[in-house]
Every structure is written in structure tokens, then in C-alpha cells.
């Protein structure tokens, strides 16, 4: 069996644990007691179709309160493959994933989502494998006024939606500067700001760090109709002080588009923003492309593999997280697909109450324990035997 | 199917699931590529044999390097139940409880094992869920001269082996204070130094804030001869910045004796410390103890059940977790057991070169951010529409 004769962890499973088993497996490796199916109408799924792509829905419960009333959203992640060959021309190659991605867009509307979000450098192959900045540079965008931005921006208007996507942003402003960069878009259609990513990788093929440099825009909390959100790109996914900074400013639901790979990063996967939204009280949602990219020209790896032009499979298993530690199943491994899901936001504080940790947090130790530890003349605290 | 009916998640997975999807589920699951399995010297199987308690052996390896010898550490990592009812006095609780652990401290011996940890407050039933003082607070022990110590720094002279043991504490020289706390006992039966728990519950049944406070002894890391040690004591894994201070004082295994029971935890149990091993680059070692406690009188729960006087299942489910995300099978939910697992510490600095996340890991921006988010004045970084 190859790594991609397994579609899904989840349907593997199901398939073959008997019935009493897999519900406290389920229990066990998801956090999950009860069905979390959540039924979507007709004109969503038909659209799924109609268009080739999955489609799931869930839901997460939380208690009800006397004062607060639910605060239901729903949420549509969007994994997907290019469209069309990496040497086409690029206003093309955008447009392909442009059609496409507009259909998952348009299924999530249907779908009653009133947030969604791509996954990383969503128009464009993930070409820094290549290292070769043309023509990929060509796909940068200005996040404010980019030709995507306006596309998704009469999307949101239109659905009433909140878009946030995340590019490879052109900062002409600031001297014609490279960005890994997530968009927000409002409800209202509106840029209301943008994230760049933290942490950048140096590793396997992700020479990101060839392309563009660690995100100077903080750790924003965006303030919209539907919760607190922010977003976490890729690998800063790796780091839990990044996650706990979105926490820290007040985050509820925090996005985690990426772009990964099978052995690098699998085992990983389902374990970082899990253990996120568990840490942090607030709801994760990682999302990963699928399927395998052609390059033109033949690249290496740094592993002792000849040279060669594809990059990937990227695994897909987008999936959602809950801050009670539950989670979703994930979508397949390697289809387009779209992933509903239902938050009740008061989840976040309910947990926080219960589990108490922000309370426990401790915060004022870990700013003086950083503090030393970034200066010059930093001593470790080690104990030897006397 | 009751919760106690599943001994193990992975006998289950390994019974139903065919070869080959077994093969995927666990690359996807554990990122165990190959047999884990360590083979075990017949003295320490006979040893758990006699005893009547679980023992598994796993080892993972770490490349060949020119310049560093391979450098192969075994350690054991114990859970157990108690011994004797919690009514029976006190000196023979704490006896039958040390009995039981030295015979499995000796077949850690017999399995090789370099360095062996306890789980938390190993020497008494978890009992802050009464909230009683007394008599549970008699359990407490200097940490430097108590018995346990004693009795422990002999076992760890005679089988050259470093052994951390949690208690509770009793530090007569700064007032009679209660603290939960590890002791590092050198393999020269030499005492190295304590940690005390940097984080306490409030939640559930886990009345411990009304015992002990947050620990005052920073995050240190113990230079023994089988590498450097540190220990994050039970509800501290949930806060992923206390370990990675650890890692930042160089930590190449963190142990994690808890005491954590099913519906709260059990779902989290697999992903904290993990993602603590992958963060950080270090091997972890969460140990959990076995059984369910009877106390002598009622308690209530804080969850709208009436009063009751039993405290578990505590579900086990011991595991290491290395630090390229990959982890062992756990040990069973509610045996005795004997976890031993061979690791070569190469590969931390290993996994640091490929992955890089200490390199990326900006503590400056996070050291910076936290100042200002433990300022009274803090307003966090939120954009609203314009």
C-alpha cells in the first residue's frame, strides 16, 4: 500500500473497527462522545457535485447560557490542487484556481458559512521548492488592491461573508518587498487587514526563506461580525508561542492555512493545532493543499535524491479543533474539498472557565524568564551534582 | 462498552485493522515508520512476570554521526495503583506502595534502564479531591532527607541509575510548606535538586490549590550523566511556554509524572506532550497512574453529581514521544506497567538541524510582546473595520 492508497484516516477506520470500538476510539484519539455530523442543504452539496469536490459538515455544541446567547458560526475551509500546468501563463494559472476555488466559495455560501478561508498562497503552485523567482515572483499581489483581493471582496459583499486568503503579497510601498501574507476581508466586502507570516521555514523543500522574511505585523486579532479571528500561517503552526500570542490578544477561532507534505510533516499535523486550541481556549482550523505540482525545471531537495520537478503530495486533512480538545474528522488526503463547520463561540470562555488555562497561564514568569533568556550573557539554569 | 472495557488503543487498532492499513494508520497516527520494538533481557520480563505488571520496550534510533558517538540512554517510566486502601495507616499505605515500585525500579534495572521516573505523588492516593488536610498531608516529606529519598538513593547507587520520583513535599525550613514536587536523585544515590509544579489546577476533582502553590523553583534542567533532565509535573503540560522553557535550558528529556483521570483529560493525553517533543526538540515522558481511589469519606465533584467517595479511573496510557513527532505505543489504561524505551539523544540536535524550530523561534519578539501583555495598561492588538 503507498501513502495515498489510504484516502482518509477517518473512513479506515470506520471501515474496519466494530462498532463499540470505534466509539471509544473515537472518544480516545478525537475527543468526540457524540455524532458530530452536521447536515447541509441540497444546494451546497449539489454545487460539490456539480463541481467534483468533497464536502463535510460538523458541528461543535457548548452549553447554553443565561446571559450570553449562542454565537453560532459557521465555518467553510477550502483544500484544493492548482488548476492547471505550472508553465501556462500565470494570468491563467491564477484564473483556473480562481474558478474552482469560486465554486467552494460559492457551495460554502450555500452552505450558510459566514467565514471562510483558503489555504496558503492559494492562487499559485507553492513554487519556492524551485528557489527560481520568475516567473513566480509574478504571482505576488498587493494585499490591499490586488486583483484577488477585489475578486473576494465582491464575493464577501455579495455572500455576506467574511473571506480571508492567504497570498503571496507584493508590498510596493515598501520598496517592491516579498510577503507570505493573509488577507482579511469583511462582510461587508471591505480590506480590513492583513497578517504576514511569523515563523519561515528552512527546511526540506520550503525555501520560503530564499523568497520572503519573518512577518512584521504582530499577532492581529481580527474584530469581525462573526468572532475574534486571526490567522496563523504554515509553519508557524510549529511554534506555540505564536499560537499563544493570537490567545493572549483574544482570539477565537484561529486559522492555519498551509501547504505541507507527506513525511515531512504528517505525523505533525493532527497533533500542533489541536494541541493550539486546547492550550489557547480558542478554535483551530488547519488547512492543507492536495495534490502533486509539476515544476518546469528540475530542482533538488537537500536529502541526497537526484534532482527532479515535482513537489508533494500535499495531504489535504483539513480538519477543525474545538478548545475542549475535540476535533473534527479531516477531508480526504488527496481531493479538493470543502469543510463546513458549526462553532458555538461561547465554547471558548465556557472552557476557560473550566479548564482555567489562561488563569493558569502565568504569564508575568514567562515574559522575565524570555527576557533573560535573550540576552548576550544568558545562562541556562542547570543543576549539576554538587 | 464501558471507557474500561478498551485496555489499549493500540491492541485495538492492531486486532481490527489489516496489515497494510495498520502499516498507514500508524506512520499517520504515531509517525512510526518502522518496528519500534525493544527487546527485553529475560530477567526483567520474568521480574514483571512475577509481579504481576505490564512491561513493553521500544527504542528509537538517531543517524550515524562522524563526530558525536551515538549516545543510547534507557529509560523506565513507572505507573501503578495504589496498594492498600486509603484508611489503612499511613507508614503501611506508603510501605506497600514502595514495594510494589522497587520491584519494578529492579526489573528497570534488569531492562537496562539508565534513568527511571515515577508518576506524581507516587507514594500516597491522589487525595486533594477531598480537600482534607488530614490526614493526607502526613504523606509529605522533606524532599532532600525524607524517606523516599532515602530509600530511593539507595536503589539508585546500587543500579547506577539516575531516578526522579514526584511527591508531596514538606519544607520545614521555610514554614512547614506544602509543595508537589520532583526530586532528582543522581546514579550516585546522590540528591541533585528538586522542581516544584509551576502550574496547579482548579478544575474537577483536582482540588490541589488548596494544598500547594505554584512552584517557585523556574525550570531547571539537571546535567546527569545520561543526559539533561527536566521535569514538568502534571497540569503543567497543558501550558505549552513551561516547556518550552525547559528546552530553552537545554532539556534533552522532560518527564511528566501526572495524575489524570478519563472523560477530563484522556483526549488531550496524547496530543500535549507530544507537540511538546516536537516544539522543543526533546523527548518527553508522560507517565499516569492506574486504578480508582476509595476514600474514607464523601466528596462532591463540582459537576451537579451527588457526593461519592472514589477518585479515577486514572487511565495510564504511559508513552514517550520523540522529538521528530514520532511516540510508542502507550502503556495499557489500567494495568501496572513498566514503560522501558532505548533513545539515542543525538537525535535532538539532530531533528533541530532539520526542522529548525529553535532557530526560528523569535524569542526576542515573544520576550517583547509578553512585557507588554503583562502590563495593567495592556490593550491587545485588535483591527476592526474602518
Redesign the interface.
Given at each position: 500500500?503507498s501513502?495515498f492508497?489510504?484516502k482518509s484516516?477517518d473512513e479506515?477506520?470506520e471501515k474496519?473497527?466494530?462498532a463499540?470500538?470505534l466509539?471509544?476510539?473515537k472518544?480516545?484519539?478525537?475527543?468526540?462522545?457524540e455524532d458530530l455530523t452536521l447536515e447541509l442543504p441540497a444546494a451546497a452539496t449539489a454545487t460539490a457535485e456539480q463541481h467534483g469536490f468533497e464536502i463535510k459538515g460538523y458541528r461543535f455544541k457548548a452549553q447554553k447560557e443565561q446571559l450570553r446567547k449562542s454565537r453560532l458560526v459557521r465555518v467553510g475551509a477550502i483544500q484544493n490542487s492548482i488548476a492547471l500546468p505550472t508553465d501556462a501563463p500565470i494570468e491563467q494559472q491564477r484564473e483556473g484556481i480562481w474558478q474552482k476555488v469560486k465554486a467552494m466559495i460559492k457551495a460554502a455560501a450555500e452552505a450558510g458559512c459566514n467565514i471562510v478561508c483558503t489555504q496558503e498562497a492559494w492562487t499559485m503552485p507553492f513554487a519556492f521548492c524551485t528557489r527560481e523567482k520568475f516567473p513566480w515572483c509574478e504571482f505576488a499581489e498587493e494585499a490591499e488592491t490586488g486583483a484577488t483581493t477585489k475578486m473576494l471582496s465582491e464575493l464577501a459583499q455579495a455572500y455576506n461573508m467574511v473571506i480571508i486568503h492567504s497570498i503571496l503579497e507584493r508590498d510596493a510601498a515598501h520598496g517592491d518587498t516579498i510577503w507570505n501574507t493573509a488577507v482579511?476581508i469583511?462582510n461587508?466586502g471591505?480590506f480590513?487587514?492583513k497578517h504576514r507570516k511569523?515563523?519561515?521555514?528552512?527546511?526540506g523543500d520550503f525555501n520560503e526563506s530564499t523568497y520572503y522574511l519573518?512577518g512584521n505585523t504582530?499577532?492581529?486579532?481580527?474584530?469581525?461580525e462573526f468572532g475574534?479571528l486571526a490567522i496563523n500561517i504554515c509553519?508557524g503552526r510549529?511554534?506555540?508561542?505564536n499560537?499563544?500570542?493570537f490567545g493572549?490578544?483574544?482570539a477565537e477561532i484561529v486559522f492555519n492555512p498551509s501547504a505541507t507534505i507527506g513525511?515531512l510533516s504528517?505525523?505533525?499535523w493532527?497533533?500542533?493545532a489541536?494541541?493550539a486550541a486546547?492550550?489557547n481556549s480558542y478554535f483551530t482550523v488547519p488547512i492543507n493543499r492536495v495534490g502533486t505540482e509539476q515544476f518546469p525545471n528540475e530542482y533538488t531537495s537537500g536529502d541526497g535524491r537526484p534532482a527532479h520537478k515535482d513537489f508533494g503530495p500535499f495531504y489535504g486533512s483539513t480538519y477543525v479543533a474545538a478548545p475542549d480538545?475535540?476535533r473534527t474528522p479531516s477531508l480526504s488526503r488527496c481531493n479538493d474539498g470543502l469543510l463546513v463547520t458549526e462553532l458555538d463561540l461561547n465554547l471558548c470562555r465556557q472552557v476557560k472557565d473550566?479548564?482555567?488555562?489562561r488563569?493558569?497561564?502565568?504569564?508575568?514568569?514567562?515574559?522575565e524568564?524570555?527576557?533573560k533568556?535573550?540576552q548576550p550573557d544568558f545562562k541556562?539554569?542547570?543543576?549539576?551534582?554538587?
Open positions: 500500500m501513502a492508497d489510504l484516516l479506515c477506520l474496519h473497527l466494530p463499540a470500538e466509539k471509544e476510539v472518544r480516545i484519539l478525537y475527543g468526540v462522545e482579511v469583511s461587508n471591505r480590513m487587514g511569523n515563523h519561515i521555514p528552512r527546511v519573518e504582530g499577532h492581529p486579532v481580527f474584530e469581525t475574534k509553519y510549529h511554534h506555540p508561542q499560537w499563544m500570542m493572549v490578544n483574544g513525511r504528517e505525523p505533525l493532527s497533533i500542533e489541536r494541541n486546547i492550550a480538545g475535540s473550566f479548564w482555567g488555562f488563569q493558569t497561564q502565568r504569564l508575568p514568569l514567562y515574559a524568564s524570555l527576557q533568556a535573550t541556562p539554569q542547570v543543576i549539576r551534582e554538587q
